[in-house]
């Protein structure tokens, strides 16, 4: 290789390792903003899971959700199992497992059904923090990706910065010692 080209690829070497290093820097920084914004809106909701034991919280009727139980949702994890497990299921039990939709439309039928029209309400509102909830894990889980990214660019960076170290340091070592070779060998053949 050429001293030339050694050199481009010397100085691409080092464009990659800085991009790939920024780009480590930024997938870090999203990550912790994400997770840190999800954990304070989460948190500021003071929602909480039942107390193990309590009435609305039998371990026969949620064994999957017991491990948070009189846990705050303060995370994206603890976000989804809320409104799927907790809020989801309560809903199927709204209005003989009526979506609101269906619940809506039923209701809109039967004006003069109180009980209809409070149902509707019900899963409104549950439906809608529902959806909120999901949507904050899903954020979450973006955080969580986007740190793994992060990790993966950095290895990448260790990765480039190893092999522009290689040929910084150890090719020109190589060629002199390739070149004191050569010159011993053109010395005893005459």
Avoid: C
């Avoid at 050429?2 to 790939?20: D, H, T, Y």
């Avoid at 949620?62 to 948070?68: A, D, N, S, V, W």
């Avoid at 409070?118 to 979450?140: H, I, K, P, Y």
Wanted: proline share 3%; charged share 20%; hydrophobic share 45%.
């Amino acid at each position: 290789m050429s001293k030339e080209l050694r050199w481009r690829v010397l100085i691409l070497q080092a464009i990659v390792a800085a991009v790939f290093a920024v780009g480590a820097l930024i997938a870090f920084k999203e990550a912790r903003f994400t997770r840190d914004y999800v954990h304070d809106q989460l948190a500021a909701q003071k929602i909480s899971f039942p107390q193990a034991g309590a009435a609305n919280f039998k371990p026969e009727d949620y064994p999957e959700l017991q491990q948070y139980a009189g846990q705050k949702v303060d995370d994206g994890e603890k976000a989804q199992a809320y409104a799927n497990g907790y809020i989801g299921r309560h809903l199927t039990t709204t209005a003989e497992g009526r979506t609101y939709s269906e619940q809506s439309t039923y209701a809109r039928q039967n004006p003069g059904d109180a009980k209809a029209q409070d149902a509707v309400q019900t899963l409104f509102r549950g439906e809608t923090l529902r959806g909120m909830l999901l949507n904050a894990w899903g954020w979450w889980t973006i955080g969580t990706y986007t740190f793994y990214a992060g990790f993966a660019l950095a290895l990448a960076t260790v990765g480039v910065l190893g092999a522009f170290a290689f040929e910084l340091v150890m090719t020109p070592r190589r060629r002199h010692a390739a070149s004191r070779v050569a010159v011993q060998g053109t010395l005893t053949t005459r």
